[in-house]
C-alpha cells in the first residue's frame, strides 16, 4: 500500500447545499467520495459477492467486524497474511467497527468493566475479553483503513444517570484507544463515537469530550438501536450539526435510503448498513420504482426487468420472473443476483446524492425519494 502521509486522512469539502457536504477523504487505500454508502462484510466478505462484483457496483470502502474477525479466521492468522485486503483480495479501503456493539448484543453473555467487556464466543461459548487497548491491536493486525473505538452503546431506554456513566466510560476507552494507536501509525485512521443515548445535553458531553482527543472522523453511535425514526430524526438533526466541520461525520448502522437522505441532510458523510444484502436474501428489493418483493405471484410472468434503470447485471440480463424463480427455488443465485442488484442501489443512491450536492438541488432529489418510498397508501 503506498500512500503519502501527508495527505493521510485528509477530509476535503467540494461542495455543499445546505447542511449536505460533498467531500472527500484520503486513506492508505484510496480516496473516498463522500457522502458514501458502505457495504458490510462483516466476517471479510459482503455476502454473495465477490470484490469485482462490489467493483462493479461502485463500492468504493467496505466494512469489517473487529468481533467476527477476532473470533474466525482470528486477527493473528490476518496479519500472518498481510492483513484483510490481501486475505479477502479487496484492494480499496475497509472500515472495521470496534465490536463494542456486537458484544453489547450478546446480551446476557457479557460483563462491562472499567477495563473493558467480558464475553462469550458465540461459535462457541468461550470466554474473551476486550479492552481498548486489545481491540486497537485487532484493528491493527486487520489492517483496517479506518478504525473505530471501543465504545458502549447504551440500549434503547436506558435512563439517564446510566447513560451519563456509560458516555464517561466511552470517552475513558476513547482516550485509551488514541494512546494505544499512535495518529497514523500503519497508515491507519481512528473514528470517535458519539454516546449519550437520547439525551441532548449527554450527547452534547459525549461530543465536547471526544472533540479534545485527536481523531481522524466521528461517529455517532447509539442510534438505530430501535428508537422510532422521529426519534433517530430529531437526535441526528440535533448533534450532526454540532459535530466538528472539518472531519467525517458517520452514522453508524444506518439506514434504509430515506434514512440515508435524511443523514446527508443533516451533514452526515458515511453511512453502512446490512439492509441491501439481508433483505436481498429475503427477497426485499430496492428500485427507482420503490421496495419490490420479488416472491410476490404478480411477478410470476413478468418478463420486464426488476429496475429499468439500473444498471447492475442482474437488471439487464434477467426478468423478473426468472429472479422471482430463483427466490422460489431457493438456488443460490437468487442471493448472489438480489444482493448485487441492491449494493448497486445503494451505491447508486450514494452517487446521485454526490451529484445532487454539486448541482445545489439535493433537495428535489429527496422530496423525489421520499415520493418513491412513501408508505404505500393503503
Ligand atoms: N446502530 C449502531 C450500529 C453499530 C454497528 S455499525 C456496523 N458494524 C459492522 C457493520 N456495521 C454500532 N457500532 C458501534 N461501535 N457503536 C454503536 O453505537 C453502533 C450503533
Ligand atoms: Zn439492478
Redesign the pocket.
Known amino acids: 500500500m503506498t500512500y503519502d502521509p501527508a495527505t493521510l486522512g485528509q477530509f476535503t469539502i467540494t461542495a455543499t447545499d445546505g447542511a449536505a457536504r460533498r467531500g472527500s477523504l484520503v486513506t492508505a487505500h484510496g480516496v473516498v467520495q463522500t457522502p458514501i454508502f458502505m457495504p ?1 462484510g ?1 466476517q471479510g466478505s459482503v455476502k454473495a459477492l465477490a470484490p469485482d462484483d462490489l467493483d462493479a457496483a461502485g463500492a468504493q470502502i467496505i ?3 473487529t468481533y467476527h474477525l477476532y473470533l474466525r479466521p482470528g486477527d493473528d492468522l490476518l496479519a500472518r497474511k498481510g492483513g484483510l485486503h490481501r486475505f479477502a483480495s479487496w484492494n480499496k479501503p475497509i472500515l ?7 458484544v453489547f448484543s450478546l446480551k446476557d453473555i457479557r460483563k462491562l468493566s472499567e477495563d473493558g467487556v467480558e464475553f462469550r464466543s458465540h461459535h462457541d461459548g468461550s470466554k474473551h475479553f476486550f479492552s481498548p487497548e486489545k481491540v486497537m491491536s485487532i484493528q491493527n493486525n486487520i489492517g483496517s483503513d479506518i478504525m ?4 458502549e ?1 447504551v440500549a434503547y431506554g436506558a435512563d439517564y444517570d446510566y447513560t451519563a456513566k456509560s458516555l464517561e466510560l466511552t470517552t475513558r476507552w476513547a482516550r485509551r484507544c488514541r494512546q494505544a494507536h499512535p495518529r497514523h501509525k500503519n497508515g491507519q485512521l481512528l473514528f470517535g ?1 458519539n ?1 449519550g443515548g437520547f439525551f441532548k445535553d449527554l450527547r452534547e458531553r459525549s461530543l465536547a469530550q471526544l472533540a479534545e482527543i485527536d481523531f481522524d472522523g466521528f ?7 430501535g428508537e422510532s425514526i422521529p426519534e433517530m430524526y430529531d437526535m441526528l438533526h440535533h448533534i450532526a450539526p454540532l459535530m466538528p466541520r472539518d472531519t467525517p461525520r458517520y452514522l ?3 439506514g434504509t435510503p430515506l434514512d440515508i437522505l435524511e443523514g446527508i441532510s443533516a451533514g452526515v458523510d458515511m453511512f ?3 439492509l441491501p444484502t439481508r433483505n436481498a436474501r429475503n427477497g426485499t428489493l430496492y428500485t427507482s420504482q420503490g421496495k419490490v418483493n420479488i416472491r410476490r405471484a404478480e411477478y410470476r410472468e413478468d418478463d420486464s426487468p426488476l429496475d429499468p434503470l439500473c444498471p447492475c447485471y442482474a437488471c439487464r440480463t434477467f426478468s423478473k420472473a426468472y429472479l422471482r424463480h430463483l427466490y422460489v427455488a431457493q438456488e443460490l443465485l437468487s442471493y448472489r443476483l438480489n444482493s448485487l442488484h441492491n449494493i448497486t442501489f445503494f451505491l447508486t443512491l450514494a452517487r446521485q446524492a454526490r451529484e445532487a450536492i454539486e448541482q445545489g438541488r439535493f433537495a428535489a432529489l429527496k422530496a423525489h425519494y421520499q415520493d418513491v418510498f412513501a408508505p404505500a397508501k393503503d
Open positions: 458490510v462483516t466494512l469489517g467486524n472495521t467497527d470496534s465490536g463494542g456493539f456486537q473505530m473505538v471501543l465504545d452503546c463515537i454516546q461517529a455517532i453511535g447509539g442510534l438505530s438501536v453508524m448502522g444506518v453502512d448498513c446490512v
